[in-house]
């Protein structure tokens, strides 16, 4: 059973609110001058929280397994990550950062934040509370959602 449509008040908001979204995250991705591939960066937060195993990785980026390995394999050239066997089961490998995998991850989060704060700078101290205001509502969205999202892929938030 599906859930009832929405209001059409409610559905425009919503593709209004998802198109922003889209939007904003996309210039943050591409156009902020970052120093790695967005689907790198990704794996190097999901890194910087806590060391994990390639499975793991796929399984919450959503990718396939040989897709992910690619991509360990590219980050392991560039001296970002570091494979290590798991200290209780011999079977799995551990992945972890380095110290510069660990650099590039705040030098890319400092360029993001930069290229956001430059733009909110502008902005009057109501319109500022409007975005706080935002924020909390669209992280508490996401928080109420994540129950279900962490039983699937064991991973949360969105890359910082």
């Not at 967005?38 to 060391?51: A, I």
């Not at 994990?52 to 040989?66: D, F, H, K, M």
């Not at 494979?83 to 650099?103: A, C, F, K, M, N």
């Not at 409007?130 to 129950?147: I, S, W």
Request: with cysteine; aromatic share 2%.
């Amino acid at each position: 059973m599906s859930d009832p449509a929405p209001d059409p008040a409610t559905a425009a908001l919503a593709h209004d609110l998802r198109m922003a979204c889209m939007r904003v995250a996309r210039r943050v991705r591409f156009d902020v001058g970052n120093t790695i591939a967005p689907h790198h960066f990704s794996v190097l937060v999901r890194l910087h929280e806590q060391p994990r195993t390639l499975g793991e990785l796929a399984a919450i980026e959503q990718v396939s397994p040989p897709s992910m390995s690619r991509s360990i394999d590219q980050l392991a050239d560039l001296g970002y990550v570091v494979r290590s066997p798991d200290p209780d089961d011999g079977r799995l490998v551990r992945l972890s950062l380095t110290g510069e995998g660990r650099d590039v991850v705040g030098r890319e989060r400092e360029l993001r934040d930069a290229w956001m704060a430059a733009r909110i700078e502008g902005l009057s101290d109501a319109d500022r509370t409007v975005l706080r205001r935002a924020t909390d509502l669209l992280e508490g969205l996401l928080e109420a959602d994540r129950g279900g999202a962490q039983s699937r892929a064991s991973g949360s938030g969105e890359a910082r």
